[in-house]
């Protein structure tokens, strides 16, 4: 009898205990709530994924979602999630003419996948009573969601409204003078670039520290500027600028009115080709290379040239007026030769001293540019006159004055020649000669109006001509006809009279 008690008893223990295990498993299996601790985070460590073109981000905060139900839980993720792609961005341009625009970060290819995070939670409800309580017993504490962004569609979707200024060229800047001699510029055009590597990196930069400040939720729009990098020309304003090309600083005009045509098209052309010629700081101007720039594209024609101290016919007469037109204009603003020299008889078109000559192969006209600025050459023929204009910097206080002096007259030689028309013992005055020159020139600084310095700067000897007689052809030979009163100085005399 005791023994049917005590089994009794220890089965209706075995049922109560069963029954309240039962309960347990069923209330432990059947609660709303995800289990406590759990959170939801990213997957990703921001790098760029295998596939090419798509990132991963992450985050250093989670969702928390322990011990709020089920419902409320897969809320929340949903609410995150929307809030996330639905979060707008404005990329502003700052700085340039273009318009700010506005997307939303699902429309620049942001895509949250909470589905493995959603699908975990949802099975909290779902089983067998057994099930349900070994699925929630080894349930994660980390639930994983997935936030990817395709840099392709970013690109895509910012290209469509920005992507023409790919397109745009930089413009350079422009120097310009005027007909009335002013110098003016062109600013340049700079062009952009788009570089949406580094826009993407910025706004996925910004859209970090947002999942990092609660994962979009109440957050603000953003707003970037857009990454545009700028491609300037070649030749910019400040960098045109900084040549030095101010101003007119000296202009110079010599005049060929008494030239033949072949004369006229020689100065012409040669000042055409010395039209806009460029000096940079410290470069040495050599007119040889005008020579032959213009003998290539113009050619010469014959004119008078100056040959062993007589005027003869070559070709290229005239090109020596270009040359000390413009050598005058040089020493104007105080610039120093490298190589000039002055024409063995003096020119028409200026005084003594103020000339500088060229002879192919053996003669060059050279100066150096000291100004520690560009200087621009132009020209302009008018009216059967050459000016030559030098453009730069020169300090408006300052001036220079050329004045030459005659320091020697070389008397001309007394020369006889043959001739059947003079009788015996006569003589007939064939050329008058004329006297040579030695001339000193002086250059003169001025500033504020007053002489600073004054210097020698060449001296020139001009060749004296010599008169000619025509004497009987006995009487040609050394001293001939050179007997009577009248002396050397007195057929000098007689000569230039003539």
């Not at 809030?83 to 707008?88: A, E, I, P, T």
């Not at 397109?167 to 120097?175: D, F, Y």
Request: with cysteine; glycine share 10%; aromatic share 8%.
């Amino acid at each position: 009898m005791k023994r049917f008690h005590m089994a009794w008893i220890i089965l209706i223990a075995a049922l109560l205990a069963f029954s309240v295990g039962w309960g347990l498993l069923w209330v432990y299996a059947h609660r709303d709530t995800v289990p406590d601790g759990t959170i939801a985070a990213g997957d990703g460590g921001g790098k760029h994924a295998a596939a090419g073109g798509e990132y991963r981000l992450t985050s250093s905060t989670s969702i928390p979602l322990g011990g709020v139900t089920v419902d409320a839980a897969l809320q929340e993720l949903n609410q995150r999630s929307d809030s996330l792609r639905g979060l707008s961005l404005t990329l502003e341009a700052n700085g340039t003419k273009v318009q700010n625009k506005t997307w939303t970060l699902e429309q620049l290819g942001l895509r949250i996948d909470m589905k493995n995070a959603r699908d975990m939670i949802a099975g909290l409800k779902v089983g067998r009573l057994w099930d349900k309580a070994n699925y929630r017993l080894r349930f994660p504490k980390q639930l994983t969601v997935s936030i990817t962004w395709d840099y392709r569609i970013f690109e895509k979707t910012v290209r469509s409204e920005w992507g023409y200024l790919d397109a745009s060229e930089p413009v350079n800047a422009v120097r310009k003078i005027t007909s009335e001699d002013k110098v003016i510029y062109q600013p340049h055009q700079d062009a952009y670039r788009l570089d949406t590597k580094a826009l993407f990196a910025n706004v996925v930069q910004a859209v970090k520290a947002e999942l990092d400040d609660g994962w979009g939720m109440n957050a603000k729009p953003l707003s970037l500027p857009i990454a545009i990098s700028v491609v300037r020309p070649n030749v910019t304003l400040e960098r045109l600028k900084a040549e030095g090309i101010e101003r007119m600083i000296i202009s110079f005009t010599t005049d060929f009115k008494a030239s033949g045509a072949g004369r006229v098209h020689n100065v012409t052309v040669t000042a055409n080709t010395l039209q806009d010629w460029v000096l940079a700081p410290g470069e040495v101007f050599d007119y040889r290379k005008v020579i032959e720039a213009t003998r290539v594209k113009y050619g010469f024609r014959e004119a008078p040239v100056i040959l062993n101290g007589e005027l003869v016919p070559g070709i290229g007469g005239g090109i020596c007026q270009v040359s000390s037109t413009l050598y005058n204009a040089a020493l104007l603003i105080g610039l120093d030769m490298t190589e000039r020299r002055n024409h063995s008889l003096p020119v028409s078109y200026l005084p003594k001293g103020q000339d500088a000559t060229f002879a192919e192969g053996a003669i060059n006209f050279k100066f150096k540019n000291t100004t520690g600025k560009h200087l621009i050459i132009r020209t302009e023929v008018k009216d059967r006159k050459l000016t030559v204009k030098l453009f730069g910097t020169l300090p408006k206080d300052v001036r220079y004055a050329i004045d030459s002096k005659t320091v020697k007259v070389i008397n001309p030689p007394v020369k006889l020649v043959a001739s059947a028309a003079v009788q015996p013992g006569g003589r007939l005055l064939m050329d008058a000669g004329k006297a040579g020159y030695v001339v000193e020139t002086y250059r003169t600084m001025y500033r504020d109006g007053k002489v600073a310095s004054r210097k020698r700067i060449s001296r020139d000897t001009y060749k004296a001509q010599p008169v000619v007689y025509g004497v009987a052809p006995e009487n040609s030979g050394p001293g001939a006809g050179l007997e009577g009163p009248q002396t050397q100085k007195q057929l000098i005399e007689d000569g230039v009279n003539e």
